[in-house]
């Protein structure tokens, strides 16, 4: 899109001539000053319709041959100018745009130009794509954008990777997302649910290259537009997609240790009134891991146990996301794209139990094999179509999408040298979206919006189990575990929403109601059940600007968690011979209430962001341990059978501190800091047992980015994560730290990075777990140690945008809609 072209000339221009103002006016008496007038406007994208942020509106004075006022437009492309009485000669100008002149204009009073509408210059565009080099931060009413730049430390990385390295969230070792310390985040792309975070969301993150990124969204206060899924928040993930004319794009080549390769592209080629562009992505790594877990039991006549398990994890796949633009006319277009992946993995999983009998003071040992492959595969329909009328904001779009998700795993667990266990597991899902959005601007400063949202979502499990029959040496389906799940959940919602400017202050108002039918239907066991739950959501979102480079915020909203399929399942599998997980049917979602208390500001070389967030939460859905009352034999010892579930357990207040400071003292150096505190009093009780928590926890990052002689880039990356405790569980604390260096090369047409994940290999899981009957410490490794990764990166048609000193945020001002 031609609003990411870069305007890193204009915006000098811009700087000088607004310096340039101050000085002129230094040489006027106060009576000249008093004649200032005001003159206003806005400047669009002929196009796309679209406002153009930094355009530059200059006033040149013919009598004193120079210009004399001058300014640059906000995000929604207005300008508002003081200007001395006189004739002026204006120009209008955005870089690889032509440029428009009025000539001889006689200002003498406020005056508002209008709207003025710039055409792409293709000649002084020449097919050159500009990309941006460094991350920058926007702020807005609801959310933060951070434009994904040059991170090298995801260099050759994952999504994954990406997203543990943005402000406010953290990826632990296995994948998981969690938002200020919460892991019940939505996370969408391109503003909606995806296959690529489906089923298995964890794994389809870390198959999506980082280079497909342009922006992540952090949506901590999300307005009623939105869905209101996900207690936490929502991340957006938004995908890149050029819009200049000709052919332009990237290649990407990265081979690492252990074992990991990888070759990814994007290219996007535009021809008159059709886009069309393609971002694909093959990738083979190798993960190594271990889970070790030293249970004691309180009863003297258990022994205890040591169950070790190491793994190596080899996954390989081809993920693609292609479609076509086509610009109907100057106020419409219509957009089709398909989403397509294949992965395939492979998990070789040994496990090794110790068993220790506190009677005799004896060992035995006995090894479990447990290999296990999987298939992957996701296919996805897009359809959009998008109606800009004459009034700039003044819009209606429609959504379809449709997905189909297939997750095969197939395993053979082997006790001893013996097969004893086939297990098999087949997953289908599919989903149908449905959404139509209207945005109607009302004067200059207030918006209306009111939208309708379906989402059809079906699966299928399929869980089959064969144990080995020691009388027949023959493989027969264990009825006890085998099972199929068929879950549905259809939800249809409807939203409005009124935002205003007055003066300094603006608001977002919204309401959303939702209504969520969900069918559980077990056919093993006959268990069918149906629940139908209605809820209104309400979202207040408020900023006053203190100036034009400070600002409050202040957030409202009600979210909500559902449970996931897996987790209303009753029938239980296995995570190893002693460990079961089994669902729970009755589940209800969780319901929160959200405020949030955010505070900007922009003073020398510092930007400061933080906020203030209080959540409380009913119905809340946690995991317990307790024993089934089965047992197995294991050596000719008895052993009791732990079983892991969800329940609605308790009553959450959490509050928490977040504070963010980015330092750049210069182009060379740039420093940025997170810093997030938290507290959680959790009030529940389980089966008689106090469930109550009062936990403090707190994390902290540090990125510091420096070039070194010869243009060498150096980045160092550093997260801790503090400890965490609740009822049932002591996690402790754990810090990673990231190591990163590149360098252009061939006129900055290509890059060469090289980076250390985990550098001291520390990021390791610790956890000690007190239930009623027995006592376990858990260390848990997902990433096996450093990680190494060497990336080439060749772009043609396209250039690094160069980083732009003044305005980084929107603070608020005016309604993001």
């Known amino acids: 899109m031609n609003r990411f072209i870069s305007t890193g000339l204009m915006f000098f221009l811009s700087i000088l001539i ?42 040149l004075n013919k ?62 565009l020449d097919e050159v794509e500009i990309v941006a080099e460094r991350t920058t931060v926007e702020i807005k009413l609801d959310k933060k954008i951070y434009n994904v730049g040059k991170d090298l430390t995801v260099s050759g990385g994952n999504v994954s990777d990406v997203l543990d390295n943005v402000p406010s969230v953290s990826v632990d070792g296995e994948g998981n997302v969690a938002l200020r310390g919460n892991d019940n985040v939505r996370i969408l792309i391109n503003g909606k649910p995806s296959g690529l975070v489906g089923l298995n969301s964890t794994d389809a993150l870390q198959q999506l290259p ?49 074992e990991a390769a990888g070759v990814s592209g994007n290219i996007n080629y535009r021809t008159g009134d059709i886009n069309f562009f393609s971002t694909t992505s093959y990738r083979y790594n190798e993960r190594l891991g271990h889970w070790y877990n030293d249970v004691k039991y309180n009863d003297i006549n258990t022994p205890d146990l040591d169950e070790k398990r190491d793994w190596t994890d080899i996954s390989k796949g081809i993920t693609t996301n292609t479609g076509l633009e086509w610009y109907i006319n100057g106020s419409a277009s219509l957009t089709t794209a398909v989403v397509y992946s294949n992965r395939n993995s492979d998990d070789r999983s040994i496990n090794n139990l110790v068993q220790l009998d506190k009677n005799t003071n004896t060992t035995s040992r006995s090894l479990r094999l447990n290999p296990e492959l999987g298939t992957n595969e996701t296919i996805q329909y897009t359809v959009n179509f998008t109606k800009n ?121 919204g309401l959303r109601l939702e209504n ?63 460990n079961v997980f089994q669902g729970n049917p009755a589940l209800d979602p969780t319901y929160t209430d959200r405020f949030e208390l955010g505070y900007l500001n922009k003073f020398n070389k510092f930007t400061l962001s933080s906020a203030l967030y209080y959540a409380h939460s009913t119905n809340v859905m946690t995991f317990v341990s307790r024993k089934t009352g ?13 079983e ?60 510091n980015k420096l070039t070194l002689p010869y243009k060498i880039d150096w980045q160092t990356s550093m997260n801790y994560r503090g400890p965490s405790e609740d ?72 250039q690094k945008k160069r980083e732009r000193n003044g305005r980084g945020f929107d603070n608020g001002s005016g309604v993001d809609m």
């Open 18 to 59: 607004t310096y340039a103002q101050p000085k002129s006016n230094e040489v006027q008496s106060e009576s000249t000053l008093s004649k200032d007038v005001t003159v206003t406007g806005k400047i669009l994208d002929k196009e796309t319709n679209e406002p153009l942020e930094y355009a530059t509106i200059s006033f």
């Open 63 to 124: 009598q004193k041959n120079k210009i004399v006022a001058g300014g640059i437009t906000d995000i929604k492309g207005t300008f508002n100018i003081p200007v001395p009485r006189g004739v002026y000669d204006i120009s209008i100008e955005y870089i690889s745009f032509k440029t428009q002149t009025i000539q001889n204009k006689r200002i003498t009073s406020n005056v508002n130009l209008g709207t003025f509408f710039l055409e792409v210059d293709l000649e002084s």
């Open 210 to 258: 980082a280079e497909s990124i342009e922006k992540v969204e952090v949506i901590t206060s999300p307005s009623a537009r939105y869905e209101a899924e996900g207690t936490a928040g929502i991340l957006n993930i938004i995908l890149r997609r050029s819009k200049l004319q000709g052919l332009n794009g990237s290649v990407t080549a990265n081979v690492g240790h252990p």
């Open 389 to 509: 009328f004459e009034k700039s904001d003044h819009k209606l779009s429609f959504d379809f999408q449709y997905e189909d998700t297939n997750d095969d795993e197939n395993s053979i667990i082997n006790f001893d040298g013996i097969d004893t266990e086939m297990v098999a597991t087949f997953e289908d899902e599919t989903q149908i979206l449905l959404q139509t959005d209207y945005v109607l601007p009302i004067g200059e400063k207030s918006q209306f919006e009111v939208g309708y949202r379906g989402d059809y979502n079906n699966n299928t499990t399929d869980f089959r189990v064969d144990t080995l029959n020691i009388n027949t040496n023959e493989f027969d389906i264990n009825r006890n575990l085998t099972n199929i799940f068929n879950f549905k959940q259809h939800l249809t919602a409807a939203y409005v929403q009124f935002g205003s400017k007055i003066n300094k202050f603006s608001y977002l108002l």
């Open 516 to 578: 969520t039918k969900t069918t559980i239907d077990q056919p093993t066991t006959g268990d069918f059940e149906k629940k139908n739950l209605t809820g209104l959501f309400p979202s207040v979102n408020l900023n006053y600007e203190i100036s034009d480079d400070e600002s409050i915020t202040l957030g409202y909203n009600r979210r909500l968690r559902r449970p996931r399929g897996f987790m209303l399942n009753p029938f239980p599998s296995r995570s190893s011979i002693t």
């Open 630 to 642: 089965e047992t197995v034999i294991i050596n000719g010892e008895e052993f009791p059978v732990i």
């Open 644 to 703: 892991r579930g969800p329940i609605n357990l308790a009553t959450d207040n959490r509050y928490g501190f977040e504070f963010n400071l980015n330092y750049s003292p210069s182009r060379k150096w740039r420093v940025n800091t997170d810093f997030n505190v938290f507290k959680l009093e959790r009030n529940g009780n389980f089966n008689g047992i106090d469930l109550d928590a009062d936990n403090l926890t707190w994390s902290a990052r540090l990125t």
């Open 727 to 798: 009822a049932q569980n002591d996690r402790k604390g754990r810090l990673t730290t990231n190591l990163a260096f590149s360098k252009d090369l061939f006129k900055e047409k290509a890059s060469l990075a090289f980076n250390i994940r985990d550098v001291f290999n520390s990021n390791i899981f610790k956890n000690h777990i007190t239930a009623e009957t027995f006592t376990a410490d858990q260390e848990i490794q997902f990433r096996g140690g450093r990680i190494f990764n060497l990336s080439f990166t060749y772009r043609f048609n396209q």
